[in-house]
């Protein structure tokens, strides 16, 4: 769940992203893990799916990197958050997300997806097995 005051609005870099409400400090924790709201799908679920359920989970899901059998659907604004080359949220733990550096009002929330997927990111539907 995010833990700062975000808005969604359109984004330059992608369709939807999440900006920054007020000034966020470098190393805020920003979004943590909260298995009452945020989800882990099984696998076995998420690929017996089809239609509008599969093409929304394949779009706003990624590997659980805590357990292979698992997908993440996070419950919130969160799961519109836009992939960056040069981020300025760390996702490189699968619980927690910081700042990398200051962030103004106003601006978009990034991070590198690169985290998410062991051979570089792709949407889900997107993965060849």
Known sequence: MLLVDVY???SPIQGIGVFAKHHIP?????????PRFDRCIPVETYEGESGPVK?????????????????????DD????????EPNCDVSSP???????DIAPGE????DYNHFFET????????HA
């Open 8 to 10: 969604l609005d359109k």
């Open 26 to 34: 470098r190393g805020t924790l920003i979004w943590k893990l909260d």
């Open 55 to 75: 093409s929304y989970l394949d779009r706003y899901s990624y590997p659980d990197r805590r357990d292979p059998n698992f997908i993440v659907f996070e419950a």
């Open 78 to 85: 969160a799961r519109y958050m836009n992939h960056a080359d």
């Open 95 to 101: 619980e927690e997300t910081y700042a990398l550096r």
């Open 108 to 111: 978009e929330l990034t991070c």
């Open 120 to 127: 570089g990111f792709d949407f889900l539907g997107d993965r």
